[in-house]
């Protein structure tokens, strides 16, 4: 049984997961468009109205409605709804489409903190400045409560890793010494409010960075499902805290159609590894195995405890070295 036939819902991220700024990663379009199960959305980045990401996903070649992407935008939105009344004035630090979804949730949006705002909503948007993030600072100096739609410190693009808006957010706190909530990943509510839409019984969270789409799949109690294309890689793996371990490690996406007992960790490819002290140590392969298969062998030892592995991996053998100089 593959892992796509034991889901009833796939809530993916976009970043690093399905695209890579907006350009589709490997074997993600038709990956995706071969699943039966209900397919959702789940992204951090606040700079997009969700309307023109399904714009882009259907552009791309994956045919996608709004109502299937939930962004950190809306999470912030509905956090800030919790703790506010409609009317309340709120500085948005973030792009139009934020705004609008504030205006649509019955906010008035405001444009500077001698408006007294009671509330700054913090999400990405490339064209923030230095005066925006000087209001934002003054607006919370004054007591306005502070709201990041995430906590990405960084943003995968084409070119590489682009500033996130936890970057941004740590200019405001400096300045301030006032650190935000977060609404998006990793927090547990988006992945429970993506399920809850579609009424899936049985969901599956998949991305590609530790301590946001996995470490939110882990705390939402669901199965999680990583992908090597995007932030975290085989090292990061290999150092994860227990919070942030997924359930299957895959090479990309197209691994959705492999058996699931073959991406959980475990002795795979013909590797073996063992403990020497600290340390572990890889041995065996065959000529066909893969990096991957490697890892997943190494990651059931190194995850064996709730403890952090912090020791070092040592490769003995021709294919196990080989192995390990392909890790990332």
């Known amino acids: 049984m593959t892992i796509s036939t034991e889901y009833d819902a796939f809530l993916f991220d976009l970043d690093g997961t399905v695209w890579e700024g907006g350009r589709a990663i490997v074997n993600a379009v038709e990956s995706i468009n071969r699943l039966d199960g209900h397919v959702v ?14 714009e882009m996903l259907t552009n791309m070649g994956i045919p996608t409605a709004g109502s299937q992407v939930l962004t950190s935008a809306q999470a912030a939105v509905e956090l800030a709804s919790k703790e506010l009344q409609r009317g309340d004035a709120i500085y948005v630090l973030g792009a139009e489409s934020f705004k609008e979804l504030a205006r649509d949730a019955g906010f008035a949006v405001v444009d500077s903190a001698d408006d007294n705002p009671k509330a700054v909503l913090h999400g990405h948007n490339p064209a923030t400045g ?9 607006s919370i100096r004054k007591g306005a409560r502070y709201i990041a ?5 960084t943003l995968p693009s084409e070119r590489g890793l682009m500033v996130g808006n936890g970057s941004m957010v740590a200019a405001v706190v400096s300045a301030t010494g006032v650190t935000p909530i977060s609404a998006g990943k990793p927090e547990p509510a988006m992945f429970h409010q993506a399920a809850e839409h579609v009424g899936s019984r ?9 301590n946001t789409d996995i470490a939110g799949g ?25 919070s942030q371990r997924p359930t299957f490690v895959a090479e990309d996406l197209s691994q959705l159609y492999t058996d699931s007992a073959e991406l959980r960790p475990g ?12 340390d572990l140590v890889l041995t065996g392969g065959q000529p066909d195995s893969t990096p991957a298969q490697a890892l997943r062998t190494v990651l059931a030892k190194a995850w064996s405890t709730e403890e952090t592995f912090t020791g070092q991996v040592v490769a003995r053998g021709e294919v196990a070295d080989a192995a390990l ?4």
């Open 130 to 138: 230095w005066e925006q993030l000087s209001e934002a600072a003054l």
């Open 325 to 328: 100089g392909a890790w990332l």
């Open 202 to 210: 049985a969901p599956l969270a998949i991305g590609d960075r530790l």
């Open 41 to 54: 959305y789940i992204t951090n980045n606040a700079s997009r109205h969700p309307d023109l990401v399904a």
């Open 149 to 153: 739609s995430n906590l990405d410190s």
């Open 218 to 242: 882990v705390a939402a109690e669901m199965d999680v499902f990583h992908v090597l294309t995007g932030v975290s890689k085989h090292w990061a793996l290999v150092n994860a805290e227990a």
């Open 267 to 278: 002795a795979q490819g013909g590797f073996v590894c063992s403990a020497e002290g600290e």
